[in-house]
């Protein structure tokens, strides 16, 4: 844990601060500590204090964000995207890579070590796993990993967890059930990383071919937090706290008819929220695609949407700790 959290590789001799991950990459989420979320959030609750009072102020002013998206993205590239203009920066935005170089065939470092000569942080979202930490080997700049394949996708899990601390008030004490492709989800595999730093419960509910992976298991077992797989949520829906839904993700299926075996394995309507605790928090990342009816949407336990305002916010804590700003 927190391997990175000595003093930046990307820091120039004689330039060092004493700001929290200033120059810092943001890769996994086994970098951070407790203590390190409860800052984070600190501060993402002065930015949201902040972006209500004034809208925006020159924080980064002068500050050049590189947005880097070999996948689609709506909520990751804009969220940055809003973030580092409303703290005054600006950004460089390659979210059709095919109109880059890269379609000429230039490979990630040099792609990186191109961005980084305009661009002070570089925001990544790549489909292969481990492509983030293979850019931040050559980069000398921050890179913010914004989703690697079905590896990580580390600031979403952060803004997950703001999430859940401020519509629950709390972490320690939740019972949490994750839903859907568990397998190949990357939001749920950092999330339950992130959560085993607490003193939670966590139901895994899936159709048996998409299970959470084994791996991730075993790293909960060695943390001490007890888990349960099932296949049916009404096993698990009445005793919890949060109820985090996501997508089954067409795009990583091989084999298009077990996408359409599993792909309406669970849709969370008005009757099966009745069977849920009155407090429970429902979530998605988004983008959905029906597993959660939009019925649902003006059920106060629906959370989604305010999920992506909490993501801004965090990820402006993230920018100006990087920046060594915060
Ligand atoms: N939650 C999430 O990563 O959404 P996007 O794919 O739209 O960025």
């Not at 990580?152 to 629950?168: G, K, N, R, Y």
């Not at 509910?205 to 299970?211: F, G, K, N, Q, T």
């Not at 109820?243 to 849709?267: G, M, S």
Request: net charge negative.
């Amino acid at each position: 844990m927190a391997a990175n959290r000595t003093q930046s590789p990307h820091l120039p001799l004689g330039d060092r601060r004493d700001t929290a991950f200033y120059g810092q990459d943001i890769l996994e989420v086994a970098q951070f500590r407790r203590a390190d979320l409860s800052y984070i959030f600190g501060v993402a609750r002065e930015m949201r204090e902040m972006v209500e009072r004034i809208g925006s102020f020159d924080l980064l002013k002068g500050k050049i964000l590189a947005s880097l998206f070999y996948e689609p993205s709506t909520r990751t590239a804009s969220s940055f995207t809003a973030a580092m203009e409303r703290l005054g920066g600006s950004v460089i935005p390659i979210s059709e890579v095919r109109y880059s170089s890269v379609s000429k065939g230039e490979s990630l470092p040099d792609t990186v070590r191109s961005l980084e000569c305009y661009a002070d942080v570089i925001v990544l979202r790549h489909p292969e796993v481990g492509a983030a930490k293979l850019a931040a080997r050559y980069a000398r700049k921050p890179i913010i990993n914004a989703g690697d394949g079905i590896g990580e996708h580390p600031t979403q899990a952060l803004l997950d967890l703001f999430t859940i601390v401020e519509e629950s008030g709390r972490v320690d004490g939740l019972t949490i059930t994750l839903l859907g492709d568990l397998k190949n989800g990357r939001t749920v595999h950092s999330l339950a990383r992130l959560l085993s730093m607490y003193d939670v419960k966590l139901n895994f509910v899936s159709p048996e071919s998409l299970a959470f992976p084994d791996k991730i298991l075993a790293e909960l077992d060695e943390r001490g937090i007890p888990w349960e797989a099932h296949r049916e949520l009404e096993e698990v829906l009445p005793r919890s706290d949060v109820l985090y839904v996501t997508r089954v993700q067409k795009e990583r299926f091989d084999d298009p008819d077990h996408y359409a075996r599993v792909k309406d394995a669970y849709v969370i309507t008005p009757e099966i929220l009745a069977r849920a605790r009155p407090q429970m928090v429902l979530m998605h990342p988004l983008p959905r695609v029906g597993e959660i009816s939009m019925e649902v949407d003006t059920d106060p336990r629906a959370a989604y949407f305010r999920q992506m305002e909490y993501g801004m916010y965090v990820r402006m804590a993230l920018l100006a700790m990087v920046l060594g700003k915060a």
